[in-house]
C-alpha cells in the first residue's frame, strides 16, 4: 500500500493488487491466464506439507490399494495416496534444493528426508492396467513409504521434540500475557487503547522478489529506530508493546507490533496506526516499507484485541489469548536466516507491581498451541 494513500484507499487488499499484477495475458477464452511467481508456490507447499503430515498422524490405513478391472488390476489412491501424489508431484520436493538457505518445520523436514530416500517413481502410478503382482509391489512401495513416515512423526524422540518446541511456545505466550495484564494493571492502564500494525518492505509482485534488498542488520535497526519514534510520537500516551519478527517466503522480513497507548491522552487509534505506519515506509525505511493497519478495519477482526481496551470484557482475554498464542509461534524460515541466539520477539520493559493488590487477580491463558 502506498504511503500516500487516504484511508479509503487502504481497504484495497493486498489480495486485489496480487490478483491485478499475476494476470499474465486473457485467453481466447476470455478466462485470464495466471502467472504465480515461485515463493507464492513454495509458501503453498510447506503448508500441503504440514497438513499432510497432521493427516498421517490421526489417521490408519493405506495410501494405495489393488482393485481389480476384468481380467486386469489397478491401482486405486486413498485421500492419503492422493494427498502424497500431489505433493510430490509439486515444488515441495525442490524445497532444499531452492531454498538451501531456509531451515522448515519439524514435520517437513521429515518428510523432505524421506523423499529424498525414496528410489521409486511416482509415474508408475499412471498406469492404467497391471499384472496382479506386479500392481501390488508398486502399492507396497508407496504404502511402505507412508507407514515410515506415519511411523516417525508417532515416534518418541519426534513427539518430544514436538513437546519441546510447544512447551517454548507456551512459556513465550504466557510471559506476553503476564507483561500485558501488568501495562493493564499499572497506573493509567484502566483506561488503553492497542494498535496493531504490520510493518514490512515493498515487493516487486512481478517476481515476488524485494523491490530493494534489505539485509537482516538493516531490519534490526529499522526495528530499534521504530520503537523509539512509536515512544516519541505517543509522548506520555505511551504504555507498552510487543513486537514479533518473522521471515516468509513471499513478504520476506517483517514486524507485527502490538502497541498500547493511554486514552487519556491519545483518541483516534486508526489516524495513530496511519501516522505510525507511514513514518515507517517514508523515514524509517527510506521509501521501502509498506504496511498495513489493523485498526483500520478492526470490525472485521473478531476477537482481536484492537482498539479500546475493555478489560472486563471477555472478548479482550480471547483477543490477547489468539494475539499471544499466533506471536509466540516458531518461526523456522526466520531461525536460519538470521545469527544464533539473536532475539525475533520483544516487549516493554515490565511496569513495577502496584503496592495495592485491590481488584480481581489477572490469569494468563492455559491455551496450549496446536
Not at 490478483?19 to 509458501?43: C, L, M, T, V
Not at 492419503?80 to 509439486?90: A, F, K, T
Amino acid at each position: 500500500m502506498g504511503c500516500d494513500m487516504n484511508e479509503g484507499d487502504e481497504r484495497i487488499s493486498d489480495a486485489r493488487i496480487i490478483k491485478e499484477k499475476f494476470i499474465e495475458s486473457w485467453g481466447a477464452d476470455g478466462f485470464p491466464r495466471i502467472h504465480i511467481p515461485r515463493q507464492f508456490e513454495y509458501a503453498y507447499c510447506v503448508g500441503q506439507g504440514g497438513r499432510f503430515c497432521k493427516l498421517l498422524s490421526t489417521t490408519q490405513g493405506r495410501g494405495f490399494n489393488v482393485v481389480q478391472s476384468k481380467l486386469m488390476f489397478a491401482i486405486k489412491a486413498t485421500n492419503v495416496g492422493r494427498d502424497l501424489m500431489s505433493i510430490m508431484n509439486s515444488a515441495f520436493i525442490l524445497l532444499r534444493e531452492e531454498l538451501p538457505d531456509h531451515r522448515f518445520s519439524p514435520e517437513n523436514e521429515l518428510l523432505l528426508d524421506s523423499f529424498a530416500t525414496f528410489d521409486c517413481d511416482l509415474d508408475i502410478l499412471e498406469r492404467t492396467f497391471w499384472a496382479r503382482d506386479e500392481a501390488e509391489h508398486a502399492a507396497s512401495r508407496f504404502n511402505d513409504l507412508i507407514e515410515r513416515i506415519r511411523g516417525k512423526l508417532r515416534s518418541p524422540d519426534f513427539v518430544k521434540a514436538k513437546d519441546a518446541l510447544r512447551r517454548a511456545c507456551q512459556k513465550n505466550m504466557r510471559s506476553m500475557q503476564r507483561y500485558v495484564w501488568a501495562v493493564v494493571d499499572a497506573p493509567g492502564g484502566s483506561n488503553l487503547m492497542s494498535l496493531r500494525l504490520d510493518l514490512s518492505y515493498r515487493k516487486n509482485l512481478d517476481n515476488g522478489q524485494p523491490a530493494k534488498e534489505v539485509s537482516y542488520s538493516e531490519v534490526r535497526e529499522h526495528r530499534v529506530a521504530m520503537l523509539k519514534h512509536i515512544k516519541k510520537y505517543l509522548g506520555r500516551a505511551y504504555a507498552g508493546y510487543i513486537c514479533k519478527l518473522e521471515y516468509g517466503f513471499t513478504k520476506g522480513f517483517h514486524f507485527h507490533w502490538f502497541i498500547l497507548a493511554k486514552r487519556a491522552y491519545v483518541r483516534r487509534d486508526v489516524l495513530i496506526g496511519k501516522a505510525l505506519g507511514q513514518h515507517w515506509d517514508r523515514v524509517i525505511t527510506s521509501g521501502a516499507g509498506m504496511h498495513l493497519n489493523c485498526n483500520l478495519n478492526k470490525k472485521s477482526y473478531r476477537d482481536a484485541c484492537i482498539g479500546e481496551v475493555h478489560i472486563d470484557d471477555p472478548s479482550f482475554s480471547v483477543g490477547l489469548n489468539k494475539l499471544t498464542a499466533y506471536l509466540s509461534k516458531t518461526d523456522f524460515y526466520l531461525k536460519k536466516n538470521m545469527p544464533t541466539g539473536d532475539r525475533c520477539l520483544w516487549r516493554g520493559e515490565m511496569p513495577k507491581e502496584r503496592k495495592s493488590k485491590v481488584g480481581r487477580s489477572r490469569k494468563v491463558s492455559s491455551l496450549s498451541l496446536r
